[in-house]
């Protein structure tokens, strides 16, 4: 029998069952029309200036081709993207897999354009030696900026991969499964599961995805967000962005005995 995704579900009391089930699930109607709008309008200009800048393409990839952009540290780029971060749908997730305090790692968007390439397959844990943990040390939020579909290059999932405990080797490719959504699902996943960004082989479309990447707070940040972050998303920022980013008691510790902020 063909292997497939938990189906998409509003309801984040099925999303909790199946990610402790599946390490993965699918969720819609977190997001409203107009902060769906704001999040691509950001994205896609951030992508265009990138371009411009010829930042784009810089740097080691694990997903490579010339038509598969990285956008980096969207969370400097506009308030939107950190409303997104601390989404209490999202963190509600978060710390079922993780627990709290967590750390936001890195948030990051990918543009999988016509022509995009598959990517390698891999587990967003991959940095742990083995063998690894038995429970998961990291949790990707994933929203579909874009519809994903099994032709414009939707991140594809091995389903049930969390329960080997390790990295994907030769011959694990077989049984992906394409997460074919509606622009707005949150897709979230623990960081055992193996994935990769999908071929794009549409001449029209264009599949954006941003990701949330969260750890248990014993990790550093892939991002330095003390040095990379825009200042502005500090002003007002909640207590649960403060922790996220390290900039409370929990995850990165104290200053001269008491929390930073």
Not at 120 to 125: E, N, T
Not at 164 to 189: L, N
Not at 222 to 229: A, K, T
Request: net charge negative; glycine share 10%.
């Amino acid at each position: 029998m063909k292997a497939v995704l938990p189906s998409i579900t509003s309801d984040l009391d099925q999303a909790e069952r199946d990610l402790r089930e599946h390490g993965i699930c699918l969720v819609s109607g977190v997001l409203s029309a107009e902060q769906l709008a704001d999040v691509r309008a950001g994205l896609y200009r951030a992508a265009k200036l990138d371009n411009r800048r010829k930042l784009a393409h810089s740097g080691r990839r694990i997903d490579h081709g010339e038509s598969n952009q990285h956008v980096r540290n969207t969370l400097s780029l506009d308030p939107v993207f950190a409303d997104v971060a601390e989404h209490p749908a999202a963190l509600r997730l978060v710390r079922s897999v993780l627990g709290w305090p967590a750390l936001l790692g890195n948030q990051s968007a990918f543009i999988a354009m016509p022509g995009c390439e598959a990517g390698r397959l891999h587990a967003d844990q991959g940095f742990i030696p083995e063998p690894w943990p038995t429970l998961p040390q990291g949790c990707n939020v994933g929203w579909c900026i874009d519809e994903f579909t099994e032709e414009n290059g939707a991140t594809r999932f091995v389903p049930g991969s969390c329960r080997h405990h390790r990295p994907p080797g030769e011959g694990d490719e077989e049984g992906s499964v394409a997460a074919v959504a509606p622009a707005g699902t949150m897709v979230v996943f623990d960081s055992r599961i193996w994935h990769r960004t999908g071929e794009n082989r549409t001449s029209d479309q264009s599949c954006a995805a941003l990701f949330n990447w969260y750890t248990r707070p014993i990790y550093r940040t892939q991002e330095n967000w003390f040095l990379s972050l825009n200042p502005r998303i500090l002003e007002g920022a909640s207590d649960e962005l403060l922790t996220l980013l390290g900039y409370k008691t929990e995850g990165f510790g104290k200053v001269n005995g008491r929390s930073p902020m």
